[in-house]
């Protein structure tokens, strides 16, 4: 078998590096393109709202400039971002992951809303939650069912929730959506309001 050597140009990176520049824009997924980036292997792993989801649950939320969002198991921070940038809202990320946590943190500075939004290292089902006007989950069936008496009891009257994907046992939501993402899967969304 013959080896052939390969012998690189002075100019070879002004080729290279613009291919690998397109492959790597094409492979991007639907959130990096609406600006998040795509997060490295090493912070683990997470099942992200897809970002047209995450848009359309701060839609059925309602959320205005005034609001403060909670995101109860946040990941890379994109619920609260978007809220930041798109309403001007206030926002807090709850993540027990502390990578994510970092990430989260570089995204909001890259996308200059540090001043709007900030992420916590804290377990969803003990953080406290008093302060939101808006509160929005994916978690688990499990999770939210422990969640339910917590968000019921520190959430004011007019408060809302918003779960992608799971409900609360026998607390019946004010509105149920089924929403479909770019790649064509469904996903389920729920909204409560505390005190209706």
Same mark, same amino acid.
């Given at each position: 078998? +013959?080896?052939?050597?390969?012998?690189? %140009?002075?100019?070879?990176? #002004? @080729? @290279?590096?613009?291919?690998?520049?397109?492959? /790597?824009?094409?492979?991007?997924?639907?959130? /990096?393109?609406?600006?998040?980036?795509?997060?490295?292997?090493?912070?683990?792993?997470?099942?992200?709202?897809?970002?047209? @989801?995450?848009? !359309?649950?701060?839609?059925?939320?309602?959320?205005?400039?005034?609001?403060?969002? *909670?995101?109860?198991?946040?990941?890379?921070?994109?619920?609260?971002?978007?809220?930041?940038?798109? *309403?001007?809202?206030?926002? &807090?990320?709850?993540?027990?992951?502390?990578?994510? &946590?970092?990430?989260?943190?570089?995204?909001?500075?890259?996308?200059?809303?540090?001043?709007?939004?900030?992420?916590?290292?804290?377990?969803?089902?003990?953080?406290?939650?008093?302060?939101? %006007?808006?509160?929005?989950?994916?978690?688990?069936?499990? /999770?939210?069912?422990?969640?339910?008496?917590?968000?019921?009891?520190?959430? !004011?009257?007019?408060? #809302? &929730?918003?779960?992608?994907?799971?409900?609360?046992?026998?607390?019946?939501?004010? !509105? &149920?959506? !089924?929403?479909?993402? +770019?790649?064509?899967?469904?996903?389920?969304? *729920?909204?409560?309001?505390?005190?209706?």
């Amino acid at each position: 078998m +013959k080896v052939r050597k390969i012998v690189l %140009t002075p100019g070879w990176r #002004r @080729v @290279v590096v613009p291919i690998v520049w397109v492959v /790597a824009t094409l492979a991007m997924s639907d959130g /990096a393109r609406a600006g998040f980036q795509t997060p490295t292997p090493n912070l683990g792993r997470f099942d992200p709202s897809p970002i047209e @989801v995450a848009e !359309r649950m701060l839609q059925l939320a309602d959320v205005i400039r005034d609001d403060v969002v *909670y995101d109860l198991g946040s990941g890379d921070g994109r619920i609260v971002i978007l809220a930041a940038r798109r *309403y001007g809202a206030r926002g &807090v990320g709850v993540e027990i992951d502390p990578k994510l &946590v970092w990430f989260s943190r570089q995204e909001a500075k890259r996308h200059q809303v540090e001043h709007l939004v900030s992420f916590r290292h804290a377990d969803a089902l003990t953080a406290a939650v008093s302060a939101a %006007t808006v509160v929005t989950v994916f978690l688990t069936p499990e /999770a939210n069912l422990l969640l339910r008496p917590k968000l019921q009891r520190e959430l !004011r009257p007019g408060a #809302r &929730v918003v779960s992608h994907e799971h409900h609360m046992g026998d607390w019946p939501p004010q !509105r &149920v959506e !089924r929403v479909m993402a +770019k790649n064509r899967t469904f996903h389920t969304l *729920y909204l409560w309001r505390i005190g209706s």
